[in-house]
């Protein structure tokens, strides 16, 4: 489990005074890439190689309201990862009442940018994110 | 079954060269806002009213990419109608290919603005909504 | 002049219940890249061709709010065109009241996508816009 | 002077593979933001005092451009302070290379929320203020 932490921007907020629901999305993505940063991935690297990333599914429940200004903290977790895709869920959490904002999930497949094929990580490069992450798969 | 059109602005792409994957969240908002006026609803009206409608669940499933400037689609159905929620499917196809892109489902429920509960909408409100949008439940 | 109309979406808005203000530079693009297809140019295809043509200048005034599901319209003058970059001025005005909501300006250079440098368009390609847009240069 | 540090996000690129010029404006917001929270301002405070602080101006020269995952440093100078708006630079560069990116100015007005008109703060309110970031005025 990771835990990413970011403010709520004035720009994040609509008219109901709360973030976005779509701002969510954004940042599970911000989550995702610090999770992999952490765990030695360099994406701009496996982009060099040829290698992209694209979502595939994207999932999100909304429980509570997050206001300008306020701490989150999104508890991020790899539920699978093997050599062609990762299933990552989300845990938003407000850093101040500790309260569940809102729960998602994820799943990217890694593809070749030139074929837009689905492409197969090797071997080693897999083993490290899945040891770094082992944790997470008995959520 | 409502058919929203709209193209793909330069803001909207990333630096796979395609849509941003958050984005079509928002397609999904702009589509559901047009149907709903078509349904003879008028949002601001039922804002000036105290009631909200915060989406409590999303997801999406992508397919292919939309590039910079295409022409989308987007077919979208009411699934579910009643006095406290609406549950809509979405479809988004290219215009030029004919092929979808993603497809995607919102759930949002009407809400008191003052004390944040959920609300039960006027029967003969929700009526004219479930006439108009009866041919979705049959998909 | 070229008018383009743009209705405010719920996701532009923020807390203050108003378009939020970086928000305009994007429909600034939006009204941009309409006018240059009225004039003919498909930006698609200079891409195609190696040319990118970013902004190098941006500015707004903001006068006063614009709400959610409003109708915006974006008077857009082409006030310089030349070999090697465009010079355009904007009033974003309530459809409603008629009142000006903001006004801009932006440049941009034609760039070359490998190099990175600016480059001089064909005289002919020039022509065409210089002439469709000729009015805009006594305003 | 006040430095605001952060990363380039995946979704704040556009198709040219660099940020988009509009993300630039939101950047600033949240320097700014964080500029006034390091001189004691608590924006939120204000807003629950009923007064907002709306953008009236805002430019930005665009230099290089910026890639995903870049570290941007965005030095912050408070060029005129007084009851009733803030005149704001900015000078955003690359942690990397030190090259600037992008230079900006923004003005804000103190605004009631009620009346939507021009307020002036109290003297105090702005001496703490001008004080802290009375450096800025001799750049």
Known sequence: M?????RVNFYDTDLMGVVHHANYIRYFEEARVEYLRAA???LTELMD????????EVEAKYKESARYDEIILIH???????????EIEYEAVSEKTGRVLATGRTV???TDTKTGRIVRL???????????TKGDRNG
Chains 1, 2, 3, 4 share one sequence.
């Open 40 to 42: 030695g991935w360099d």
């Open 2 to 6: 990771f835990t990413y932490k970011r």
């Open 122 to 132: 090797p071997k080693d490069k897999v083993a490290g994110l899945m040891e770094f």
């Open 108 to 110: 990217n497949t890694f």
């Open 49 to 56: 190689e040829g290698i992209v990333f694209p979502i595939v």
């Open 76 to 86: 991020t977790f790899m539920r699978k990862v093997d050599r062609v895709k990762l």
